[in-house]
């Protein structure tokens, strides 16, 4: 089927960049999330990352302004109607995530491919919780959205080759390049990198160095552009509780049960950038 229309629910970090990206390649885009306060703050986001590329000289105003153009933004899902092609990005959990595809199947036309930024969760769980699961596929995208070229797409069981094919050919639209890899907890990416930095937490923790020179030693010794740590205040600490927690339940291998420092951070609302605090400190920055 043909997708000129792209729905992206949740306008937060995932989100706007994914509604960005699309809207850059030139489709039109329906932007939803639940309080206008949260879709004003995704507008703000990209019209403020757009602004870059003008001051860098890489685009006009006037295209920026064609790009902000091509994006509609709101609260009602049934905006979504509209839409040929629909991605989520909202929270990191099963129960939110499956009550809204139940919802989009009755939005959206037959025809139409749901798909989930979900970093962790099985596509074929949550395809099943729609009616859909043929027309219903992972689409990783990697945070920033708009820079990074790296999209794993994962099929469930009842995933269709035309939705696989379909989403393929959208994601090399977008500038992405599209991996194929399979439906298990964290798939690739995750699966390699939050062990890393829960054992990372785990040195913190036990004192074998502070997070300045855990961090350190990862970039100068490793060549890594970001230390283990400030990556994970850059994913939001929660986010990485959650995903350990579902490999731990995925896998049952205590190799993937999460650092205790790392859940006693996320009970004390220390969530990293976002929450101004997390291993490293941004309250000031």
Do not use: W
Request: one cysteine or more; aromatic letters at 6%.
């Amino acid at each position: 089927m043909s997708i000129k229309t792209i729905g992206v629910v949740g306008a937060g970090t995932m989100g706007n960049g994914i509604g960005h990206a699309a809207a850059q390649s030139g489709y039109q885009v329906i932007l939803v999330d639940l309080e206008t306060s949260f879709v004003e703050r995704g507008m703000e986001t990209i019209s403020r990352n757009l602004q870059r590329g003008v001051d860098k000289e890489r685009m006009t105003a006037a295209e920026k302004d064609e790009i902000l153009g091509r994006i509609r933004s709101g609260t009602d899902r049934q905006l979504l109607a509209e839409a040929d092609f629909i991605v989520e990005a909202i929270a990191e959990q099963f129960e939110a995530k499956a009550e809204l595809f139940q919802q989009l199947d009755e939005i959206t036309r037959p025809e139409v491919i749901l798909a989930t930024n979900t970093s962790s969760i099985s596509i074929t769980k949550l395809g099943a919780a729609s009616r859909r699961p043929e027309r219903f596929i992972g689409m990783h995208f990697m945070n920033p959205v708009p820079v990074m070229k790296l999209v794993e797409i994962i099929r469930g069981l009842e995933t269709s080759d035309e939705t696989y094919r379909t989403v393929h050919a959208l994601a090399e639209k977008m500038g992405k390049t599209a991996v194929e890899v399979n439906d298990a907890p964290g798939f690739v990416s995750n699966r390699v990198l939050l062990p890393m930095i829960n054992e990372a937490i785990f040195a913190l923790m036990e004192g074998v160095g502070t997070a300045e020179s855990i961090d350190t030693v990862m970039k100068l010794g490793m060549k890594h552009p970001m230390g283990p740590l400030q990556l994970a205040d850059f994913i939001g600490l929660d986010v990485c509780l959650q995903i350990m927690d579902v490999l731990y339940d995925g896998f049952g291998d205590p190799k993937y049960r999460a650092c205790p420092l790392l859940r006693k951070m996320v009970d004390a609302g220390r969530l990293g950038k976002k929450s101004g605090r997390g291993f490293h400190d941004y309250s000031k920055k």
